[in-house]
């Protein structure tokens, strides 16, 4: 059984950043590839980012572009999301997702944590 937890959310400032960090644990952590996402009240979990476990190859939505970066620790089992340039419409709860294959859409990810708030204030 994989499990996820996510850490590092928290109230920041507009054009401040965060790092969100993702513990994984249950299984091979090379084979797995993770993704963060985040949803927004009101509206579905939306891709933010993701990389593969075997070649590390990334995938950023195109709103985040540039602001942020994911990296991965194979050592130590987590997946980092480094954010910049935070803007108060991502405002969000941030979820990580684990699943064999790098894909932006959810429903390709079995395993997900229980989030962890971001809250960016204007």
């Known amino acids: 059984q994989v499990q996820l937890a996510e850490s590092g959310g928290g109230l920041v400032q507009a054009g401040d950043s965060l790092t969100l960090s993702c513990a994984v644990s249950?299984?091979?952590?090379?084979?797995?590839?993770v993704a963060w996402f985040r949803r927004v009240a009101g509206e579905e979990r939306k891709f933010v980012a993701g990389?593969?476990?075997?070649?590390?190859?990334?995938e950023y939505s195109d709103f985040v572009v540039g602001r942020f970066a994911i990296s991965r620790d194979n050592a130590n089992k987590r997946v980092d999301l480094q954010m910049n340039s935070l803007t108060f419409p991502e405002t969000a709860v941030y979820y990580c997702?684990?699943?064999?294959?790098?894909?932006?859409?959810?429903?390709?990810?079995?395993?997900w944590g229980q989030g962890t708030q971001v809250t960016v204030s204007s």
């Open positions: 249950g299984s091979t952590f090379s084979d797995l590839a």
């Open positions: 997702a684990a699943g064999p294959v790098l894909e932006s859409h959810q429903y390709a990810y079995e395993y």
């Open positions: 990389i593969d476990g075997r070649t590390g190859n990334t």
